[in-house]
C-alpha cells in the first residue's frame, strides 16, 4: 500500500463507501441494512461471511496460504439517537438518528483494509477475523459477539476509534488503561402526589430527587482517593407536569465512570446507600435500574508497542492521553491481548455532537493501520511470539 495511486484508488472507494453508511445510519442492534452492505462488500471481495447467527453485525475470515494463528480486527457499526446538524452533502437521511461517533469512518477503513489483506492472501500464515460489531453504542455488541464464541480460536485483537482532536495522518496510543469503565444507572423515586399548596398531605419525590442528586456528588469529592479518576454524572431527571401539582414519582439517569475495580465498587456501593437511605429520610421509595458496562480499555503493552512500530512507518505516533469515554472493545481486551488506538479524523467538533464530522482523508491511514498491525501480529505469532495479558 506504499503506491501513491493504489492508495489513491483505494482512499475513494473508502470515502465513497463511508458518505454512503453515513447518509444511512441505524441505532444500536437494528443495523439491518448496514448490515446487509458490508456482508454485500466482503462477498464481492471474495471473503467468506462466518455463520454465528447473528441478528445484526458481521464476523468475516480472511484465510491465508498457510497455516498459522488467528487475530482479529475490529470495527463497530452503530450510530447515535442524535440529530445531525451539519451541511454536509451526504448527511444523515435518517431523522433523528446520525453516526456522530464515526462509527461509519471505522467500517469504511476495515472494509478497505480487508480489500488489501484478501488481495494478499496468498502471503499470508495464519487467519484474519474481521468483527463488524453491532450494538456498541449500548454495549450489547461485545457480550453478544462473546456469547456467540466469535473469540475462540483468537490470540490478538486490534481496534481503533477515530478521533477529532488528533490530526489526520497521526495515531494516538498508550499501553495500559486507555478508556474507563462504564455503568449506567435509572432510579424513580416514589412519593405520595398532592396539592402543591398542601405539600403536608403527601411525600415529595421532587424534593427527594434533589437531595439525593446533591448527595451523590460526595460520593466523588469524599470517598474516592484522589489520585484516582472517578466520574459520576446524573444527566437527566423528570417529574411533575404542573405547576400547582406535587407528582407521586420522579425520575433521574447517568452514569458512572472508573479506571479501578475498587473505586467502581466503592461507587456502587455507595450509590445504593445514598440513593435509598437519603429517599427513606424524605419519606419517599427509591428503584433502582443498575446497568453494568464494560471494564476499561485496558492495552496490552507488548502489542501496544508493535502498533506504534508499525505506525511510525506511515504516520506520526503521540502518546493518548486517558479519557472518560468507554468502549466495550474492553470486553474483548479481557480475553485476548489487545491494543485500541485512536485514529486523527480532525474536526470541528467532538465526538456525540450534532456538528461532528469525520474527516474522510484520514480513512487511508486507518485502512493502513490495520492492514499493517495484521500482518506484523500474525508474523510475531508464527516466530514463537506469545502475548499474554
Request: aromatic content about 6%; glycine content about 8%; charged content about 20%.
Amino acid at each position: 500500500m506504499n503506491d501513491s495511486t493504489t492508495d489513491s484508488s483505494l482512499s475513494a472507494k473508502m470515502t465513497t463507501l463511508f458518505k454512503s453508511l453515513h447518509r444511512h445510519p441505524e441505532l444500536a442492534d437494528q443495523e439491518v441494512w448496514t448490515t446487509q452492505q458490508i456482508e454485500a462488500h466482503l462477498t464481492a471481495l471474495g471473503i467468506p461471511i462466518k455463520d454465528y447467527e447473528l441478528k445484526t453485525g458481521v464476523v468475516a475470515e480472511i484465510t491465508g496460504s498457510f497455516s498459522g494463528p488467528t487475530i482479529a480486527l475490529r470495527a463497530d457499526i452503530d450510530a447515535l439517537p442524535l440529530q445531525e446538524e451539519t451541511t454536509l452533502d451526504y448527511e444523515s437521511e435518517i431523522d433523528g438518528v446520525a453516526h456522530a461517533c464515526g462509527h461509519d469512518f471505522h467500517t469504511a477503513a476495515l472494509l478497505g483494509a480487508a480489500e488489501v489483506l484478501a488481495a494478499e492472501r496468498d502471503q499470508l500464515h495464519g487467519t484474519i477475523r474481521l468483527i463488524f460489531e453491532p450494538g456498541e453504542e449500548r454495549h450489547t455488541g461485545a457480550r453478544e459477539l462473546i456469547a456467540a464464541h466469535v473469540m475462540e480460536g483468537v490470540s490478538a485483537i486490534f481496534g481503533m476509534h477515530n478521533m477529532p482532536w488528533v490530526p489526520v495522518g497521526t495515531v494516538a496510543l498508550k499501553s495500559g488503561k486507555l478508556m474507563a469503565s462504564n455503568d449506567n444507572f435509572q432510579v424513580t423515586v416514589k412519593g405520595v402526589g398532592s396539592h402543591a399548596a398542601m405539600p403536608h398531605t403527601g411525600k415529595d419525590p421532587l424534593v427527594a430527587t434533589a437531595a439525593i442528586v446533591m448527595a451523590l456528588q460526595t460520593v466523588v469529592s469524599r470517598n474516592i482517593d484522589p489520585a484516582d479518576r472517578l466520574v459520576l454524572t446524573v444527566g437527566q431527571i423528570t417529574g411533575g407536569f404542573a405547576n400547582n401539582v406535587i407528582p407521586d414519582e420522579a425520575f433521574f439517569k447517568g452514569t458512572i465512570r472508573a479506571f479501578s475495580k475498587e473505586s467502581r465498587q466503592l461507587a456502587k456501593e455507595r450509590f445504593y446507600q445514598l440513593v435509598e437511605q437519603t429517599a427513606a429520610a424524605y419519606g419517599t421509595n427509591a428503584e433502582i435500574e443498575w446497568d453494568q458496562g464494560p471494564s476499561p480499555v485496558d492495552n496490552n503493552a507488548t502489542v501496544t508497542q508493535l502498533v506504534a512500530d508499525q505506525a511510525r512507518q506511515f504516520m506520526a505516533v503521540v502518546p493518548a492521553p486517558t479519557t472518560n469515554a468507554d468502549d466495550d472493545f474492553a470486553s474483548f481486551e479481557e480475553l485476548v491481548p489487545g491494543c485500541y488506538a485512536f485514529i486523527g479524523s480532525k474536526g470541528n467538533a467532538n465526538l456525540h455532537h450534532s456538528d461532528f464530522i469525520a474527516d474522510p482523508a484520514g480513512l487511508i491511514y486507518a485502512a493502513k493501520l490495520h492492514v499493517a498491525v495484521a500482518q506484523a501480529l500474525l508474523a510475531k505469532l508464527n516466530q514463537g511470539t506469545y502475548f499474554t495479558n
